[in-house]
């Protein structure tokens, strides 16, 4: 079965930077566009980047200029690169197909941004 497993997460004050990768299996991976997606609490889930199977990648305008998507396809690995970082930015991350599958969520990474 499909498997996403997101990583990478934690603390970090603000205007830190931290660097999420989502691991994945079952699929044929590199065919597939990827995204990665937030939820903080009491919000819905929201789109934040993604990449196509081609490496085109797009974001949400909170996330421009300050995250980065890539993707590795020999390794099955999407990642997203965050830099200043934002109290705002606080939430469980997840990558998902773009769009996303509901039976593909995983348990997704925790970031935190806080002093």
């Known amino acids: 079965q499909v498997q996403l497993v997101e990583s990478g997460g934690g603390l970090v004050q603000p205007g830190g930077s931290l660097r999420l990768a989502c691991a994945a299996s079952g699929i044929i991976f590199r065919f597939y566009a990827m995204g990665w997606y937030r939820q903080a609490p009491g919000r819905q889930r929201e789109l934040v980047a993604s990449?196509?199977?081609?490496?085109?990648?797009n974001y949400a305008d909170s996330a421009k200029g300050r995250f980065t998507i890539s993707r590795d396809n020999a390794k099955n690995t999407v990642y997203l690169q965050m830099n200043s970082l934002k109290p705002e930015d606080t939430a469980v991350y997840y990558c998902n197909s773009d769009p996303f599958r509901y039976d593909y969520w995983g348990q997704g990474t925790q970031v935190t941004v806080s002093s």
């Open positions: 990449i196509t199977s081609g490496g085109r990648a």
